[in-house]
Structure formats: structure tokens, C-alpha cells
Nanobody, 115 residues
Framework: QVQLVESGGGLVQPGGSLRLSCAAS????????MGWYRQAPGKQRELVAT???????NYADSVKGRFTISRDNAKKTVYLQMNRLEPEDTAVYYC?????????WGQGTQVTVSS
């Protein structure tokens, strides 16, 4: 079992930046693949980025070159640095921990990109 709490969302203007954090507790953090997903109203939840325990990453095409996922296993925290934000990035962002068939989600944090 792992509990996840996201933070760092908010309102930002187009072209701005935010850094999301996901703090984990209750289990051994390093064994999980960590991911960020997002869901906008009326749309399916989509993968944004993932990072393995060893630091291998992958990104959705829509965020490549703008977003960076990272993790600090000692602090049991995963981050999503979001730069050059666009209105299309507006969504609730969710943190996920997964290992084999197990997965768990945080409660989500709202990101709104608007003038």
C-alpha cells in the first residue's frame, strides 16, 4: 500500500510554469513506477509522463520538451515541472504509483492555464 498526495496546482497564465509534487507514504517508494496523468472535463484521463525507480522516463507527445518528470526516492516524492504551459494543459493532474498489477492514485490537483 502506498498513499499519494499531490500539490502545486493552481492558476497560471499561458507561457507560465508550475511544479507539481506528489508525496508518497506507507510503502517502499523506490519499487514503484510513478506516473502523472491528467483529465480535462469531458475527456478521457491521459498519460502525461512516467518514471521508473531507476529514472527512465517517457512522455506524451503533447508535453515533450515542455514537461519534466523526476523523483527523489529518499524523499519519496515525484515531481512534474511544467513549462510553457498552454490552455490545453488545463486539467486535474493525478499521481499514480504502480507495480505489476497494483496501482494507486492520489486525489488530484487542479491546473488551470488561462489569461
Amino acid at each position: 500500500q502506498v498513499q499519494l498526495v499531490e500539490s502545486g496546482g493552481g492558476l497560471v497564465q499561458p507561457g507560465g510554469s508550475l511544479r507539481l509534487s506528489c508525496a508518497a507514504s506507507g510503502s517502499i517508494f523506490s519499487i514503484y513506477v510513478m506516473g502523472w496523468y491528467r483529465q480535462a472535463p469531458g475527456k478521457q484521463r491521459e498519460l502525461v509522463a512516467t518514471i521508473t525507480g531507476g529514472g527512465s522516463t517517457n512522455y506524451a507527445d503533447s508535453v515533450k520538451g515542455r514537461f519534466t518528470i523526476s523523483r527523489d526516492n529518499a524523499k519519496k516524492t515525484v515531481y512534474l515541472q511544467m513549462n510553457r504551459l498552454e490552455p490545453e494543459d488545463t486539467a486535474v493532474y493525478y499521481c499514480q504509483a504502480s507495480r505489476l498489477e497494483y496501482s494507486n492514485w492520489g486525489q488530484g490537483t487542479q491546473v488551470t492555464v488561462s489569461s
